[in-house]
């Protein structure tokens, strides 16, 4: 029987639950969901692509029919090299939409055999974003049920630094910044 390849393109920086949310629903869907983060130069992320790899291959773990690559170029592209038959994409509220249907008819336009396909995440999920929660997390908020365990300690692993700094600045002047 033919197997149905599908892949979950993203920056995942850094994975939410909405993300995996989406990961999970679709493992249910397709025969193999290869969950793919772009390679992107021009952005400068905050977290390594080693780091962002490792996050998601830990988390995904449990899904027996998942495994996470990286990727650069068109995501057209890189489906078709995987095998893939369609592009997996989350669509949290209508504004996501215009942008959204903007890059499936553009990959259309590419490539007319590949389909992309839109999930919605979970209700508890739709307004959640990788952009919001780096945000929240370097403005010191709680980041709690928004992104998995490892990725909550990971994360004020990396921002403690900063944080720690700017008490000290604040301890030093009597100051609030
Ligand atoms: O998580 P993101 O940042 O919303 O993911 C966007 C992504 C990676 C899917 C998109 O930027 C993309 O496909 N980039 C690869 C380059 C490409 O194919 N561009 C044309 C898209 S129509």
């Known amino acids: 029987m033919k197997q149905v390849i599908a892949i979950y393109p ?27 983060i772009l390679r992107n130069t021009e952005k400068s992320p905050l977290f390594s692509l080693g780091e962002r790899r490792l996050m998601l291959e830990a988390m ?3 899904f027996r029919n998942v495994r996470v690559d990286t990727f650069e170029g068109l995501t057209v592209d890189y489906a078709l090299k995987v095998g893939a038959k369609a ?3 989350g669509i949290r509220a209508i ?3 215009e942008y959204e ?3 499936a008819l553009m990959n259309r336009k590419l490539h007319p055999e590949l389909e992309t396909v839109f999930m919605m995440p979970a209700e508890q999920y739709s307004y959640l974003s990788s952009r919001l929660v780096r945000e929240v997390a370097q403005l010191g908020g709680s980041i709690k049920d928004l992104v998995p365990e490892m990725v909550e300690q990971r994360l004020k692993a990396k921002l403690d630094p900063a944080i720690k700094l700017k ?5 030093k002047t009597g100051k609030r910044e």
């Open 167 to 171: 008490d000290a600045r604040k301890t």
């Open 95 to 97: 504004s996501d939409y």
């Open 87 to 89: 592009i997996l994409r």
């Open 10 to 36: 993203g920056s995942f920086d850094p994975l939410t639950n909405g993300h995996l949310d989406l990961i999970e629903r679709g493992s249910e869907i397709f025969d193999e969901l290869v969950v793919a």
């Open 101 to 103: 249907l903007q890059m």
């Open 60 to 62: 995904t773990e449990r």
